[in-house]
């Protein structure tokens, strides 16, 4: 597919607005990639703004969100309610987490969940979500709103992470994109 700003390729074959969607997201979790890529581990915990946000506490939260999004298309559970516990240090990395290690499950986590959509018969099946402060009642989204989502939440981190990464040392993502290895 044209229009991406890094050289992204699904592992499996899919078309059509399946394609779209799974390379569209391919190629904004590239660019966030291309944020993160050769900071440190002091670096990623570093707030560089006025925000509690950090580069690795974005890695972490990104890939939980994959995790969750997998979980509730396998599950389908219509009683879920989001667990507020798990909340308390989703945007931190804690000193028994690494960058590496958020990167590898953000890796996973998003091939598994791709994968799953490029099987699923249809977009259009209805997901229950979980309810949650901000969601009190059941909804019911198709996966296809499911994966908008993932791609809306993605970009919005995505911009967040090139703040904070510009504050840190000056790189932007645009420019990076241009000087790295995987785009020599």
């Known amino acids: 597919m044209a229009g991406t700003y890094t050289p992204v390729a699904l ?3 899919v078309t059509g607005e399946k394609e779209d969607l799974l390379t569209l997201l391919a190629d904004q979790r590239a660019l ?34 994959e995790q969750s999004t ?13 667990d507020m516990t798990k909340a308390g240090d989703a945007y931190d990395l804690t000193d028994d987490e690494t960058l590496a290690g958020w990167l590898d499950e953000y ?16 977009l259009d099946e209805l ?25 809306r939440e993605t970009a919005h981190h995505s911009g967040h992470a090139d703040i904070i990464r510009e504050a840190l040392d000056g790189q932007t993502t645009m420019a990076a994109i241009y000087t790295g290895p995987e785009f020599s």
């Open 32 to 65: 966030f990639k291309v944020t993160v890529r050769g900071i440190t581990e002091e670096q990623a915990r570093k707030r560089t703004t006025v925000s509690e946000l950090t580069l690795g506490g974005l890695v972490k939260h990104l890939a939980m969100g």
């Open 70 to 82: 997998l979980e509730e298309l396998r599950e389908r559970d219509e009683t879920a309610e989001f």
């Open 127 to 151: 997901i229950p979500q979980m309810t949650a402060p901000w969601q009190p009642e059941r909804e019911w989204w198709t996966i296809r709103k499911m994966m908008l989502h993932k791609l």
């Open 107 to 122: 890796d996973r986590a998003a091939a598994e969940l791709d994968e799953y959509v490029a099987e699923v018969g249809s």
């Open 11 to 13: 592992p499996f074959t």
